[in-house]
């Protein structure tokens, strides 16, 4: 994945703003063996975007709080002017 992004010229904004995160960068988890719970899963789920729009990320949020299928939605927050 980081020779793609990297050959296409496009960020991976989620680990731009968290570089060093782990089990809580989780977007998916398998339904078998209790992965959920063990929280036990793989990220998924990105924003990519140009280097131009990616340096006006602010912050990222991996919404947990209700369970609503085997995926969790990755919102970004952008600094931008409508």
Not at 17 to 30: F, G, I, M, N, V
């Amino acid at each position: 994945m980081s020779r793609l992004l990297d050959e296409a010229r496009i960020v991976d904004v989620y680990r731009q703003l968290q570089p060093d995160a782990t089990e809580d960068a989780y977007t998916w988890w398998s339904n078998r063996g209790q992965a959920y719970a063990n929280n036990v899963g793989w990220r998924l789920d990105y924003h990519l975007a140009t280097p131009a729009l990616a340096a006006l990320a602010r912050r990222e949020s991996i919404y947990k709080t209700e369970k609503f299928s085997d995926h969790a939605p990755l919102t970004i927050d952008y600094a931008l002017a409508l």
